[in-house]
């Protein structure tokens, strides 16, 4: 059985981060770890890309087309090493891409799986470790459309 369409919308998602890697173009190597809810980071972690999904909301049910409208808050967080004189540059170019690798232009569908990819917050700052680590955070709903009590179209 296919991964339910909430996993395989991540997994899109997840795989745009694993592109941000300096020899892709990218500022930085966020990319080379990407993580979903992992909520411990070591140092052997970094740099990493950790996704932290958000309750889902059932935003409307038609019933004559048996499908659900659902939302899914998102936030995506880059983490990387970093040191007290550089870590408000090395934010924003974590927050950078993240934005150039998660909002794809050409794609707010994610590959066609969703209805809509929305961006709803932005930010970049350093971590509570005393500046050796810094942190861009991109928030997002993911819109898409599931059959009435089949999570898996």
Same mark, same amino acid.
């Given at each position: 059985?296919?991964?339910?369409?909430? @996993?395989?919308?991540?997994?899109?998602?997840?795989?745009?981060?694993?592109? =941000?890697?300096?020899?892709?173009?990218?500022?930085?190597?966020?990319?080379?770890?990407?993580? @979903?809810?992992? /909520?411990?980071?070591?140092?052997?972690?970094?740099?990493?890309?950790?996704?932290?999904?958000?309750? =889902? !909301?059932?935003?409307?049910?038609?019933?004559?087309?048996?499908?659900?409208?659902?939302?899914?808050? $998102?936030?995506?967080? /880059?983490?990387?090493?970093t040191t007290?004189?550089?870590?408000?540059? *090395?934010?924003?170019?974590? $927050?950078? *891409?993240?934005?150039?690798?998660?909002?794809? /232009?050409?794609?707010?569908?994610?590959?066609?799986?969703? =209805?809509?990819?929305?961006? !709803?917050?932005?930010?970049?700052?350093?971590? *509570?470790?005393g500046g050796? !680590?810094?942190?861009?955070? $991109?928030?997002?709903? $993911?819109?898409?459309?599931?059959?009435?009590? *089949?999570?898996?179209?």
């Amino acid at each position: 059985m296919a991964d339910p369409l909430s @996993l395989q919308l991540l997994d899109t998602l997840m795989a745009r981060a694993a592109r =941000i890697l300096v020899s892709g173009g990218y500022q930085t190597n966020a990319g080379a770890r990407v993580y @979903l809810q992992r /909520a411990t980071l070591t140092a052997a972690d970094l740099p990493c890309v950790v996704f932290w999904p958000s309750p =889902i !909301t059932v935003a409307e049910v038609s019933g004559a087309s048996e499908r659900m409208r659902l939302d899914r808050p $998102l936030t995506v967080e /880059a983490v990387m090493q970093t040191t007290l004189d550089t870590c408000g540059e *090395d934010g924003e170019r974590l $927050l950078a *891409d993240l934005q150039v690798a998660l909002l794809d /232009a050409s794609d707010l569908r994610v590959g066609g799986q969703a =209805i809509r990819l929305t961006p !709803t917050e932005m930010r970049a700052e350093p971590r *509570d470790d005393g500046g050796q !680590t810094v942190g861009a955070a $991109l928030s997002m709903t $993911l819109q898409y459309v599931t059959g009435y009590g *089949d999570p898996y179209t």
